[in-house]
């Protein structure tokens, strides 16, 4: 797991708040993967980013989450007007071209909404 | 990408060998075999893929049947921080994302 970081690790949030999470990858990847973790659940994939680019957003909720990978800086999951429901970990991946087929997990985001 | 099928838990002793099965009777001639493990609130962490042959590394050992219909991941040398859900997972090359099940719940136990 090391090299990708994470942060906040911890993020509390009240209903209706913005929650903002951030993901650097490892030194030379160029594609970020974002997959949450419900309470006592299985990973479930959200997002897979390249820089600038969305490439599949199919396990995004339609509503209220976005993603993006900018050309410098982290990749950033933005959850607006959060509920109850949001609350979860929060893991982001990434990978080199070169190793498409192995992704490397950063130690996540808990999100709690009160 | 193919479906993946592994018990849903298992128990090992500590200094023994784990044996961890997974199914995947679809899988395609382009897809590779992964496997992950999570320990309890912490990130997935690679272990080990192959696409036929056996693979060996520092941390666990993988065989893949002949028909590439299952597979089994071995930890040599089980210890109590081994215990973690691990998962198997079947994808081609150019895909883009991995898709995780439920894994299989390892206890090592003392």
């Known amino acids: 797991n090391a090299g990708v970081m994470q942060n906040p690790r911890h993020l509390v949030r009240r209903r209706g708040q913005e929650a903002r999470l951030r993901c650097s990858p490892m030194?030379?990847?160029?594609?970020v993967y974002w997959y949450r973790q419900l309470p006592e659940e299985g990973l479930k994939f959200m997002v897979y980013l390249q820089k600038e680019n969305i490439i599949d957003e199919s396990g995004m909720p339609k509503e209220r989450f976005s993603a993006e990978f900018p050309k410098e800086g982290p990749s950033i999951l933005r959850i607006q007007q959060v509920v109850r429901g949001d609350s979860a970990a929060y893991f982001c991946?990434?990978?080199?071209?070169?190793?498409?087929?192995?992704?490397?997990f950063g130690e996540g985001s808990w999100l709690t909404v009160v | 990408d193919a479906k993946t099928t592994q018990p849903p838990s298992m128990d090992c002793a500590e200094g023994r060998a784990a044996n961890l099965p997974c199914n995947h009777s679809t899988i395609s001639g382009n897809e590779y075999v992964y496997w992950y493990r999570q320990i309890h609130s912490q990130g997935p962490q690679y272990i080990i893929h192959g696409l036929k042959n056996n693979e060996t590394n520092e941390m666990a050992s993988l065989i893949i049947t002949e028909d590439r219909k299952s597979s089994t991941l071995i930890l040599p040398h089980a210890t109590l921080r081994d215990t973690a859900v691990y998962y198997c997972?079947?994808?081609?090359?150019?895909?883009?994302?991995?898709?995780f099940g439920t894994g299989t719940s390892l206890t090592v136990i003392p």
């Open positions: 997972i079947v994808r081609g090359n150019t895909g883009n994302q991995f898709y």
């Open positions: 991946a990434s990978s080199t071209r070169d190793t498409l087929g192995t992704i490397y």
């Open positions: 030194k030379g990847h160029s594609h």
